[in-house]
């Protein structure tokens, strides 16, 4: 059993930068294609970025483009997500989650992720 755990979360200003980490436990991480997501408060969950089990290939929401990297070490069952330029709006819990179905392209839907961490919050004072 794949268990997540998120860090790296905290308060920043605005214009700041954030780096958090997403570690693995388990035998099979590198098998899996994993994703962030965040939930502001009073808001649904929202997709983020995505990476292939290979790291080849990854994906964003137009709102985080240019601004985060997603990105993974297999050998250290960790996935990262890198946040520059950050602005209030990206306020929120991160979760990151894996997806452990064979799939054509990366799901940026939230009920798509079978397994999730408890989350790390962000935030980004103006």
């Known amino acids: 059993q794949v268990q997540l755990v998120e860090g790296g979360g905290g308060l920043v200003q605005a214009g700041g930068s954030l780096r958090l980490s997403c570690a693995a436990s388990?035998?099979?991480?590198?098998?899996?294609?994993m994703g962030w997501f965040r939930q502001a408060p009073g808001k649904e969950r929202a997709f983020v970025a995505a990476?292939?089990?290979?790291?080849?290939?990854?994906n964003y929401a137009d709102s985080v483009k240019g601004r985060f990297t997603i990105s993974r070490e297999n050998a250290k069952n960790t996935v990262y997500l890198q946040m520059n330029s950050l602005k209030p709006e990206d306020t929120a819990v991160y979760y990151c989650?894996?997806?452990?179905?064979?799939?054509?392209?990366?799901?940026?839907?939230?009920?798509?992720?079978?397994?999730w961490g408890r989350g790390t919050q962000v935030t980004v004072s103006s």
């Open positions: 989650a894996s997806d452990t179905h064979k799939r054509l392209e990366l799901s940026g839907r939230a009920y798509e992720y079978d397994l």
């Open positions: 388990g035998r099979y991480f590198s098998n899996f294609a």
């Open positions: 990476i292939s089990w290979s790291g080849r290939t990854t």
